[in-house]
């Protein structure tokens, strides 16, 4: 009898005290909560913390049609010499850090789904027609937890180019696993807080890594033209298998429910806390550009004179055409400005739809 009450003691003490991410359905229509409930389950078993995560979700119009979902952390905490999300910090302290001033409870990650797309909410074979809601959940909850900076600051320059830094010097812990190639082996991207130019090339030369200080753990998306919310937290897009959950992109008819093998080794890296992460170089290090394609001078022709008359039409077209193009430029900049309003609050990383497919943060 004594045995029997022990065996039980401990078996609620394992099921009371079972780590979870929490997922607050109460605003989630019926048909998804099946799905939202299996990605839970899922994204647990490769989280494997002791500390409870909980997550706010959301079904919502986003104001940009081609994002499907975003994610953010609530808060970074500092443990030691870095930030961390709120919920790998709490691993890391193996207790519970996210509370209000009296105590309440807090949510540590939040996530909106786009309702304006169609959503599988089951678990078997996604319709070709739909976007699979446990893979895209997975996704989500892989940024809310680790994949993910907030950090990076970019401005577009004439030409293309970019110029970029740090927000804050006070790093993020993913982002001291950030290098770019150079003419001196992988650099970290904080060899360049100080040099713009060279911070900005680093992020969009498609040749960014997640870098432990040894060993080169994933390649990260940075295409040429950067892509708030998309650039530097994701896996490049040449990735194939389970790998693809955290790539940006996501289509219909597919599902990949896990957060892949080297998401763990990315976990593994930020949880490890004697790995320093990617090596520091000097800043004279150069990153290196792909070899740029030969161009071919044009043969000139002679262009015959104009007449009075000629010129006179040309000048009465060049200043119609210039007031439209001032108009064309001031309408364009404040439809921006109202599509981006919202995406301000949830622009730590979002999943997109390239053309007709949909991004994921």
């Given at each position: ?13 394992a ?24 990605c ?51 691993r ?111 992020i ?7 870098r432990?200080?040894s ?44 957060f ?10 930020l ?38 008359s ?14 439209g ?37």
């Amino acid at each position: 009898m004594i045995s029997s009450t022990i065996i039980l003691f401990f078996v609620y003490f394992a099921v009371s005290n079972a780590a979870q991410i929490y997922f607050n359905l109460t605003s989630v229509p019926q048909q998804y909560r099946f799905a939202l409930r299996q990605c839970s389950a899922l994204a647990e078993k490769e989280w494997n913390s002791s500390i409870e995560t909980r997550v706010k979700i959301e079904f919502s119009s986003l104001p940009n049609r081609n994002v499907l979902a975003t994610a953010r952390t609530t808060n970074f905490v500092r443990y030691r010499s870095s930030y961390y999300t709120m919920a790998m910090a709490k691993r890391l302290h193996r207790k519970d850090l996210n509370r209000d001033s009296i105590g309440l409870l807090r949510y540590d990650m939040l996530l909106k789904f786009n309702d304006a797309h169609s959503w599988y909410g089951g678990g078997g074979k996604t319709p070709s027609d739909q976007f699979d809601l446990i893979t895209v959940c997975m996704h989500e909850v892989a940024h809310g937890l680790f994949l993910t900076t907030n950090n990076i600051a970019m401005t577009q320059k004439e030409g293309g180019t970019y110029d970029g830094r740090f927000y804050v010097n006070s790093l993020r812990r993913y982002d001291r696993f950030l290098a770019c190639e150079t003419d001196r082996g992988d650099c970290a991207l904080a060899s360049f807080r100080n040099n713009p130019r060279k911070f900005g090339q680093c992020i969009t030369r498609n040749s960014l890594w997640f870098r432990t200080n040894s060993t080169r753990v994933a390649k990260l998306y940075a295409p040429k033209i950067y892509h708030r919310g998309s650039s530097v937290s994701h896996l490049h897009t040449t990735y194939l298998g389970d790998n693809r959950t955290l790539k940006p992109v996501s289509v219909t008819g597919v599902a990949w429910r896990t957060f892949g093998p080297l998401a763990k080794q990315i976990i593994a890296a930020l949880i490890d806390q004697a790995e320093r992460g990617a090596p520091l170089c000097g800043t004279d290090a150069t990153p290196i550009f792909p070899k740029a394609p030969v161009s071919v001078e044009p043969v000139s022709t002679p262009v015959p004179k104009k007449k009075d008359s000629d010129k006179s039409n040309d000048t009465l077209v060049i200043t119609l055409c210039a007031i439209g193009t001032v108009f064309l430029l001031v309408s364009a900049f404040i439809f921006v400005r109202l599509l981006r309003k919202d995406d301000q609050q949830f622009c730590d990383c979002y999943l997109k739809l390239p053309v007709q497919n949909t991004f994921l943060s």
